[in-house]
């Protein structure tokens, strides 16, 4: 390849070459690329080095057999993964996910995008993905028990505290997270901050669990103040009602927001009258410890129950905060007709590119998850920072430290992404996020 005439379609005809059929990563990378290689066309140490190529094939994958018993002493097989994406601004970080929808391709797509949100928390903090084809979901607390023990009996030949700090993702919560840093412990024989997302009582950070969905309504914060209006008294659509879609709407409606969605693989709510703290606090219940489905919250507080997805409700914020792909073409026209005026993505590529096309065609505010959804991975690395120091910070003090976070990382999206009266929040976190990693690269030399 040329690469004074480096394009974006020979670019990602070279990529999909290298990586057939992996069609998430694809779409990851085209997003990315989109907005960087203009800014790499006018940077010579960046196409001397063939940068963006080496930025989009992982340091290295491990791929491995996992193997477990069920309650019924049935031995069951699954696959394992850790793709260690970049280590260039510090050591591999990012989640495990544990799901049926688990493969190569949405690893390596995450652990990409893991890339630029890292470098955009300023943290040093490098990146990567894992996870397994493995269902959680009405597995006993022993079954579960048994295949993180066995997930990680491979897993830690390849971690470490100053080499790589898995977390949590879909399916790994403090449960998985418990198991896992047990048997890392029984294996490697010290104790050591190589996991985040830990209980409090070995290591855990206070608000690590709110953190992606505090620093999703934070970003929609600094969008909206930007533009000199806030989140008091908007209409706020929410999808998914994990951690990170239960947390965004606590922090909306502490700012005065009125949340009428959540939602899960079976459909939604709506609940015109808003969510409140004690409606919220039964939905915890109910989706974070009783594992129901969401459709009882509609019988116990008398709203509605609608299958698929949340976007056809009127609103004025929307935030897809379940799976990637989530929100398609069609589902951006509807909340363009219906006067939506931001979005901001707690899920990693919720949004499909045609439905972005049309947020950016309409002028909509659209904050990419990359920079929308930071917030957790921020705390993780503050996690990290006091493990190595051998203390705990306030949950007062750790929320300062999250939004302040935030703040940098909106303004790191203004200062690269303006274009005349309107910000480009792609392009800004795609730019910010590349800088950083690729002066590191260039720094090193051709390794």
Known sequence: ??????????????????????????QAVHEVAASVIPYVRDHERYRKSRILERMTEPDRTVIFRV??????????????????????IGPYKGGLRFHPSVNLSILKFLGFEQTFKNSLTTLPIGSGKGGADFNPKGKSDAEVMRFCQSYMTELWHHIGANVDIPAGDIGVGAREISYMFGQYKRLAKEF??????????????????????????????????HRGDGIEGKTCVVSGSGNVAIFCAEKLIQLGGK???????????HDPDGLDMEKLAWMKDLKLVRRGRIAEYAE?????????????????????????????????????????LAVSEGANMPT????????????????????ANAGGVAVSGLEMSQNSQRLAWSAVDLEGR??????????????????????????GA???GFIKVADAMVAYGVI
């Open 67 to 88: 193997v477990w018993e069920d309650d019924e002493g049935n031995v069951r097989i699954n696959r394992g993964y850790r793709v260690q994406f970049n280590n260039a």
């Open 402 to 427: 999250l939004q302040q976070i935030i703040t940098d990382i909106h303004r790191q999206c203004v200062q690269h992404g303006q274009e005349g009266d309107h910000v480009n929040y792609v392009t």
């Open 192 to 225: 050591t901050g190589v996991l985040t997302g830990k209980a409090l009582e070995f290591g855990g950070s206070l608000i690590r669990t709110e953190a992606t969905g505090y620093g999703n309504a934070f970003f929609m914060q600094e969008m909206l103040a």
């Open 259 to 269: 949340v009428v969605t959540l939602s899960d693989s079976s459909g939604y709510i």
């Open 1 to 26: 390849m040329n690469y004074d005439e480096l394009n974006l379609d020979h670019f990602m005809e070279g990529l999909a070459k290298r990586n057939p059929g992996e069609t998430e990563f694809h």
């Open 352 to 371: 499909t590119i045609p439905a972005v096309d049309v947020l950016h065609q309409a002028k909509i505010l659209y904050g990419p998850g990359k920079a």
């Open 300 to 340: 116990h507080f008398g709203c509605s129950f609608h299958e698929g997805r949340p976007w056809a409700v009127p609103c004025d914020l929307a935030f897809p905060c379940a799976t990637q792909n989530e929100l398609e073409e069609g589902d951006a026209r509807t909340l363009v007709s219906n006067g939506c």
């Open 430 to 432: 795609n730019v910010a």
